[in-house]
């Protein structure tokens, strides 16, 4: 067993990478939020969701076009047992998090019907392109009630003052443009030192698709998340998280099917649907309104223990 300095240094970049690239797209993100005159945890829920979901877009449409949709399955799916499970889950260990009322109704109802439906498209055994195009609908039905809700808050509100200096419309662009650039070249650092690593230590490959390569293209949501934990900003870390987990599983998975059908066991995808269910359940308030502390430690475990079926059951 020999883990060459390479892969090693992938990993090493794509954390330096990631830690300059977040901290500038945050930037761009609540520059956005300002300018366009839209909630931050609008501002959340769309942009940043989209844009730090794109790897597994990525991912899984040059995963269906080369004939294996099933990568780009597991990775979308994985991805958001990863988003909640993990990644809010590490975000609650800093302390209890009060998110805005928004997060939690529309958005937040539908990411909890997505897994189920996505469950009985597979009870058969695969997803065709008809139930590709049907999540596709439902993804752009769900994306015109959003532009649809942000266009009726501008109209309704006038612009407030920002509370800290914002940076002027192109910088705040470039500043969103650049930081989005660092964190998808530190995602793909990341799958490939750890796909490195996984060959060293003979890991299975569906081990290193669905654990790996869904924490690598989650990397973008890690970094930003933690970073506007860090800053205060809970209302983005909790908009991005729900808006990355209907990208995944309706355009991504959608997408993915359309292309090309996908071969998907029910035992398998089950396993990876109830930990995501589970996991946004854990992620709803409590009756005053704040995720208390200790869900991080049972999202932790959470994981942990997908963790150990997925690596039980690959073998």
């Known amino acids: 067993m020999t883990i060459a300095p390479a892969d090693l240094g992938a990993l090493l970049g794509a954390i330096v990478l990631a830690a300059a690239g977040g901290e500038a797209f945050l930037k761009g993100i609540l520059g956005a939020a300002t300018h366009l005159r839209v909630p931050r945890a609008v501002a959340a829920t769309t942009l940043a969701a989209f844009a730090t979901s794109s790897p597994e877009l990525t991912v899984s ?6 004939g294996r949709p099933e990568i780009g399955l597991g990775n979308a799916l994985g991805s958001n047992v990863v988003n909640i499970a993990f990644i809010f889950g590490l975000a609650l260990l800093f302390g209890a998090i009060r998110p805005a009322r928004g997060n939690f109704g529309r958005d937040f109802l539908l990411a909890l019907a997505v897994p189920v439906l996505t469950l009985a498209l597979a009870l058969d055994g ?3 392109r008809a139930e590709g195009a049907l999540l596709l609908m439902l993804f752009a039905v769900w994306l015109g009630f959003v532009v649809r809700a942000t266009l009726r ?8 003052p920002p509370l800290h200096a914002v940076p002027g419309p192109w910088l705040t662009l470039t500043l969103g443009v650049l930081g989005f650039a660092a964190l998808i070249a530190a995602g793909h650092l990341f799958v490939t030192g750890a796909s490195g ?7 299975d490959t569906y081990v290193v698709g669905v654990v790996l390569v869904s924490i690598g293209t989650t990397l973008p949501e890690l970094v930003t998340v933690l970073l506007a934990r860090l800053r205060g900003h809970d209302d983005i870390g909790v908009g991005t998280l729900i808006g990355s987990n209907l990208f995944n599983g309706l355009a991504v998975v959608g997408l993915a099917a359309a292309i090309h059908p996908i071969a998907a066991p029910s035992a398998e995808v089950a396993v990876t649907l109830v930990a995501g269910t589970a996991a946004l359940l854990l992620l709803s308030p409590a009756p005053r309104g704040l995720i208390p502390r200790w869900r991080g430690a ?5 994981y942990g223990g997908f963790l150990w079926i997925t690596l039980t059951t690959s073998q």
């Open 126 to 128: 695969r997803i065709g």
């Open 298 to 302: 049972l999202l932790l475990l959470l």
């Open 153 to 160: 808050h501008r109209d309704r509100t006038p612009p407030a």
């Open 61 to 66: 449409t040059v995963a269906a076009l080369s």
């Open 197 to 203: 690593l996984a060959a060293a230590l003979q890991i």
